[in-house]
């Protein structure tokens, strides 16, 4: 255990930043449109294995782990200031990971030098879970929601932002349909008036069943976050992408390219966002 201090410890790491993924523990359950074609399920169905069997890893406890040796002995193996993307081929609200997310929170409890961003498609399983001390959320940690449709957002974002959270997100991925957010922005706002959610992320479907994402979809939301001042990210095309009423066949190495191309990311935090890629899923889709 780190030994006590009554001041906060000057951070004297100087090794840069990293972005770290940070699986604790693997396999999931669908529960919506959007798990279709998760990525994960692709995957261990390749690799023999179950996906639906949710289990602890071995990087469990990565973000606490310490340096044996070198100039750096003694220092966490991650840097101070590092993003760490928490839980991307799980979710952390998972039932089935009840039993050990104590300790996660203990983890992420211990490194407030750090971010922690962590998506969620079980909203209504996060306040029965928040640690003790968790107030009004950690300034350090970012919890997201994912909302892949309308249906989606309409069921989820007024439970998610009623949450005691300070830092929220909205992932629109993979995107299957147009988004209105506009009643959310306007009726869930800070004290100062501001929209509650910082961050809107979109991205389509990727893997070879991919389903289409219209561009017009894509610009809808984009416009609706510059006009209320939240931050957005086009994180990927996806592999079917419809604009200007042509279909598109994306190879994935180009997905993100293309999604960088079209020039619509809006505020700092977007990129925050874009560095969240756990490996999911013609010409360029500028407007």
Known sequence: MDQLSLFPQQNNDTRPPESVTW??????????????????????????????????????????????????????????????????????????????????????????????????KRPERIAAHLPADWGDGWDHVTVAVTCEDQAAADRRLPLYLSLPLRRRAVMIEPMLSAVELRPFFETYRDRDGKPLVGLVSVGGESGPEARPCDYGWVLDVHDRCVEYGVAFSYHQTGAHLIKDGKAYRIPRREQHRQARRAQLDFGGAAQQARGADPGRGGGSAKK
Not at 32 to 39: E, F, I, N, Q
Not at 41 to 62: I, W
Not at 86 to 106: G, I, K, L, Q, V
Request: hydrophobic residues 35%; charged residues 25%.
């Open 23 to 120: 699986n604790l523990w693997h396999g999931c359950t669908r529960v919506s449109a959007g798990c279709l074609h998760c990525y994960m399920f692709r995957r261990d169905a390749e690799n023999g294995s179950d996906p639906t069997v949710v289990r602890k890893t071995q990087a469990f406890s990565l973000p606490v782990r310490r340096l044996r040796s070198g100039p750096h002995k003694g220092e966490y193996k991650d840097p101070a200031a590092s993003v760490i993307y928490t839980c991307f081929s799980s979710d952390f609200f998972h039932r089935d990971a009840d039993a050990w997310r104590p300790e996660a929170w203990d983890m992420i409890r211990a490194r407030p030098d750090c971010t922690f961003f962590m998506i969620t």
